[in-house]
Structures are given as structure tokens and as C-alpha cells.
């Protein structure tokens, strides 16, 4: 528990370098802990280090996108639900409440965009959107899926829901 909490104190530390701001901070917080008790599980003997997977939907996808890029080792594969990929694309009322704009927080637009850290992933992925979500706009996951994807050697598949929006009613038979 005492490296919880070390770790925890080292991302607050990293808010105030590097000015990330509520929302980025909050997603490396949420993956420091995760990344903590993938570690811990395994070490405990409690899973199987080749079978850890990390689920997540809307901004939970976001941070499940993050612990298959940053830390491959222990999350051998993801389910990302409506993911905020970017940012400067995400509702700005949002997002400038918590980040500024991208002119005055720079690096921590930066910092948050995932796309930067995809070439660490190493899993599998399975990206899930509705084509009319109105809270977390496809292109996120256009922008994922067009930007690295394409050309690269990735094990994924998306999962797309023409007429459903931010979370998928209907069952799939």
C-alpha cells in the first residue's frame, strides 16, 4: 500500500511540473493504479501474467487504450468503449474547464493524446463506437483507427454500431 501511495504522490508531483490539469492527471492516476495492481495480481500469484485485460467505456476507454500503449508488459488486451483518443476533439466546454485551451496548455494536450503512445502496444484491442454517439464523437475512434492502424501490424478490430449512440442498446446476435 506505502508504493500506492508514493505512487500517487509522484503523479500529483507530475501535475504541477508539467501543468496537465485535472483531466490528464486523473487518467495517469487511474492508470498508475491499475499498472499497481496488474503488478501486485502477478506477483501475488493471483492472475496469470499472460491474461490481463483492461475494459472501459467513454473516458474508462480512454484509460484502457492507455494501460495497453503504456504499460504492454502487464495488459495483454483491451476493450475500449467510446474512447476519447484526443483532446482538442472532446467537448470544449469540458475540456477548457479543466485544461485550457490547447494555446495555453500545450503539453498537456500533448500529454493526453494517445495516439503519441501507440507504438508501445503490444495487445490485442477491440475498439467499440456508435456512429451517432453525440458525447464522444466517432472520430476519435476514426482518428485512432486512421492514424496508426492502418499501416501497421497491430492485433485489433473495431466493433461499430451504425444507429446507436454514446452506449449501445441493442444486443448482438
Given at each position: 500500500?506505502?508504493?500506492?501511495?508514493?505512487?500517487?504522490?509522484?503523479?500529483?508531483?507530475?501535475?504541477?511540473?508539467?501543468?496537465?490539469?485535472s483531466i490528464v492527471r486523473w487518467a495517469l492516476l487511474k492508470l498508475k493504479i491499475r499498472h499497481f495492481g496488474a503488478k501486485w495480481l502477478i506477483q501475488n500469484k493471483i492472475a496469470d501474467p499472460e491474461r490481463i485485460g483492461v475494459y472501459g467505456w467513454s473516458y474508462g476507454g480512454y484509460v484502457s487504450l492507455l494501460c495497453l500503449m503504456k504499460y504492454p508488459e502487464f495488459f495483454k488486451v483491451a476493450v475500449s468503449g467510446a474512447p476519447v483518443t484526443s483532446w482538442d476533439g472532446y467537448d470544449?466546454?469540458?475540456?477548457?474547464?479543466?485544461?485550457?485551451?490547447?494555446?495555453?496548455?500545450?503539453?498537456g494536450y500533448s500529454t493526453g493524446d494517445v495516439r503519441q503512445y501507440f507504438s508501445g502496444m503490444k495487445g490485442k484491442l477491440l475498439l467499440i463506437h456508435g456512429l451517432l454517439d453525440e458525447n464522444v464523437h466517432f472520430r476519435h475512434s476514426a482518428r485512432l483507427k486512421n492514424f496508426p492502424f492502418i499501416e501497421s501490424e497491430k492485433d485489433h478490430e473495431i466493433l461499430l454500431f451504425p444507429n446507436e449512440r454514446h452506449i449501445p442498446k441493442k444486443t448482438i446476435r
Open positions: 500500500m506505502l508504493c500506492l501511495f508514493w505512487t500517487i504522490v509522484g503523479v500529483l508531483v507530475e501535475d504541477l511540473i508539467l501543468n496537465l490539469k470544449t466546454h469540458y475540456t477548457e474547464r479543466y485544461m485550457g485551451t490547447p494555446a495555453t496548455n500545450p503539453n
